[in-house]
């Protein structure tokens, strides 16, 4: 079965650094787009980034652009988040999810547990 | 700021059936999805498209859409089903959206 397992959250200072990262496995990674989807304690869901199958191509929403990249390595089958310049407002539980095929790409099929990432002097 | 928009709570009796919506201009466009978040849980998806259910999903649960609203309705909502539920979506752009959330409430 389709497994998401996230790891690398923690406490940070901010304009720390972190990276996060996303164990993939149950599925052939490398044929489908990944996502970061956030959470911050108590409230709603917010996307994060998108990269494709492939690396070939990824977005970002506009409160991230700059200081969180998503990355990834099919030949490990692993999801990045290098998060950089973090402030407080990036505090959150940190989830990867599965995208579907096509013109599903923006939806979220398999989710993992997440990872808390707190940015906190 | 959220481009879908969500009322924050919504109440159902046992047994009875609830319409949760959500609207954005963007859903004129693109096709909702729906996910339930249970409290300490990750999200699940519930529906997407323009009704899908992903295998394990109830049939109690369903979609529809019309100009720029999404619709989950739950028929013969039971006590399991309370829950938050977020809608998704997304625009020419590549930017993707949830709703603020609905926090279901069974009585």
């Known amino acids: 079965q389709v497994q998401l397992v996230e790891s690398g959250g923690g406490v940070v200072q901010p304009g720390g650094s972190l990276r996060l990262s996303c164990a993939a496995s149950?599925?052939?990674?490398?044929?489908?787009?990944m996502h970061w989807v956030r959470q911050p304690p108590g409230k709603g869901l917010e996307w994060v980034a998108f990269?494709?199958?492939?690396?070939?191509?990824?977005y970002s929403a506009d409160s991230v652009k700059g200081r969180l990249t998503i990355s990834r390595d099919n030949s490990r089958n692993t999801l990045y988040l290098q998060m950089n310049s973090l402030k407080t407002e990036d505090t959150a539980l940190y989830y990867c999810?599965?995208?579907?095929?096509?013109?599903?790409?923006?939806?979220?099929?398999?989710w993992g547990q997440g990872t808390l990432v707190t940015v906190s002097s | 700021s959220s481009e879908l928009t969500q009322d924050p709570a919504v109440s159902v009796a046992l047994g009875q059936t609830v319409r949760i919506t959500c609207q954005g201009d963007?859903?004129?466009?693109?096709?909702a999805s729906w996910y339930q978040q249970k409290p300490g849980q990750a999200p699940v998806l519930v529906i997407y498209?323009?009704?899908n259910r992903p295998s394990g999903v109830p049939d109690r649960f369903s979609g529809s859409s019309s100009g720029n609203t999404a619709s989950l309705n739950i028929t013969g909502a039971q006590a399991e089903d309370e829950a938050d539920y977020y809608c998704?979506?997304?625009?020419?752009?590549?930017?993707?959206?949830f709703g603020g959330g609905t926090k279901l409430t069974v009585l």
């Open positions: 999810a599965r995208g579907a095929h096509g013109q599903l790409w923006s939806l979220f099929q398999h």
């Open positions: 149950g599925f052939t990674f490398s044929t489908y787009g």
């Open positions: 990269i494709r199958y492939d690396g070939s191509n990824t």
């Open positions: 963007t859903l004129r466009s693109y096709y």
């Open positions: 498209g323009k009704n």
């Open positions: 998704n979506s997304r625009d020419s752009s590549g930017n993707v959206f």
